[in-house]
């Protein structure tokens, strides 16, 4: 799993680095999936919105709490799985 951390100022110049930050993780497939933990819901809906044109796929905008709790059941039943 491959990670980044960018900090930049809201508005236009985000939604820019984010595209290219996706691009550049993705290795140019734009197939690739791809996880972006945002603050909320609504910014979730917001980002995705934003950057849905002229195409975005493989991409999911979770909030930071749902994407943990994601990962933490994933990991818990591979763990009971191995039991």
């Not at 709490?65 to 039991?83: G, K, N, Q, S, V």
């Amino acid at each position: 799993m491959t990670g980044l951390l960018c900090a930049v100022p809201y508005g236009p110049g985000a939604f820019a680095v984010l595209r290219d930050v996706l691009g550049e993780l993705r290795g140019g497939d734009p197939l690739a999936p791809a996880e972006v933990a945002v603050p909320s819901s609504f910014t979730a809906v917001t980002v995705r919105r934003r950057l849905a044109a002229p195409g975005l796929v493989g991409v999911r905008f979770s909030a930071l709490p749902t994407l943990i709790a994601d990962r933490a059941a994933r990991e818990l039943a591979a763990r009971a799985a191995a039991r």
